[in-house]
């Protein structure tokens, strides 16, 4: 089976970590799938992302798409996630009942905000090399990589768009690697995975929302 918790359930302001909550709200239900048998994938649930944080950083409002109603590069984001992780790992890592973490639900994504625009022109410009290559290749007049953006549609340039979609779908890619990070830091040989939607492979769609 599989149930969920997520950060906004165990940590209820910035300085504060509510263990009781993850003993009600998880541990205790590992301790009835033990007792009868059942092996249980943890939802750690990402998309339960505390208020507090949300009003943080205004990056938040700008990104997201679906569940991941946050921005991923914000810092407020990696330190909620290595929070939450850091309080829940402890109590359940060592479980009979524990068979793996499910990372995410069914994610989709896409940046917006300045943290995604500067990370991209890096990456843009890393691809590229040179702006006049970039020119070359988009039909472009750039005088340098600090003046892209990420194209908002594929009707706005459809070169650079491609690029955009390919940078997310790396940067969500790397979110869902810290995660793994932050769990197996815990346990090395616990499984991770992310529960992707299955139209993520029949829908053109959803190149664009991170999934590769």
Known sequence: ????????????????????????????????????NVAVCLLISPHYFPAWARASDPAHEVCGHGFISFCIEAPSTFDVMQKWVDALMPLIKDHPALHSICLSNEPLYKGR????????????????GDIDELNRICG??????DEITIPEKAADNYALFFDGCEFNQQRFLEFHQ?????????????????????RAFEDPGHFEVGID
């Open 1 to 36: 089976v599989q149930f969920e918790m997520g950060p906004r359930g165990a940590l209820p302001e910035p300085d504060k970590v509510d263990e009781e909550a993850i003993k009600t709200n998880v541990v205790q239900w590992l301790d009835l799938a033990a007792e009868h």
């Open 113 to 128: 905000c300045d943290y995604e625009q500067a990370l991209f022109r890096r990456w843009i410009e890393r691809r590229h």
């Open 140 to 145: 472009t007049d750039y005088a340098g990589f």
């Open 178 to 198: 810290t995660l793994r990070m932050l769990v197996q830091a815990h346990d090395p040989d616990l499984p991770v995975h992310a529960k992707v939607m299955a």
